[in-house]
């Protein structure tokens, strides 16, 4: 089974001998700022989209593999009879567009990705709000002295 951890600034993917035989990706290293999104998927195979370029396909028992459709490539690496996967969406210069993987902790590993990457909110005391100085009262405009010649200020 795949572990996804979190080493320092970088998600880590490590796979068994089985999954690296059958995606042919001997692991992998994601910087934190690549990652837009995880989640949890109660359906694995929702995960699936576009055509398997490499790997195993057995439906309802194995995913495993890259899978390529037009917004490029995704690592997949399910069993649905393991229950839900990690769903990681992940932006350029990652080599995979979506890492899909079932785990031991789905939930355990979706928090703390989602805790390393929003940073504790700081402590510093909120600023003092501005002291502006009061408005002078404004000069009637046009439209104001349009009416019967006299001028009204606000």
Sequence with gaps: MARLTIDGDALVLRLGLRDRLATRVGGLR????????????????????GRRERGLDVPDVAWKGVWRHPGGRDLVL????????VQVELRAPAEFA????????????????RAALD????????????????????????????????????
């Design 98 to 113: 979506r890492i899909a993987a079932t785990v031991s902790d789905p939930l355990g590993v979706v928090e703390r990705l």
């Design 30 to 49: 994601v910087p934190l700022a690549c990652v837009v999104k995880a989640e949890v998927l109660q359906e694995p195979w929702r995960c699936l989209r």
């Design 119 to 154: 940073p504790p909110p700081a402590l510093d005391p909120p600023p003092a709000p501005d002291a502006r100085e009061p408005r002078e009262p404004r000069e009637a405009g046009p439209a104001a002295q349009r009416e019967g010649g006299r001028s009204t200020s606000v």
């Design 78 to 85: 399910v069993r649905p009879e393991h229950g839900p996967c």
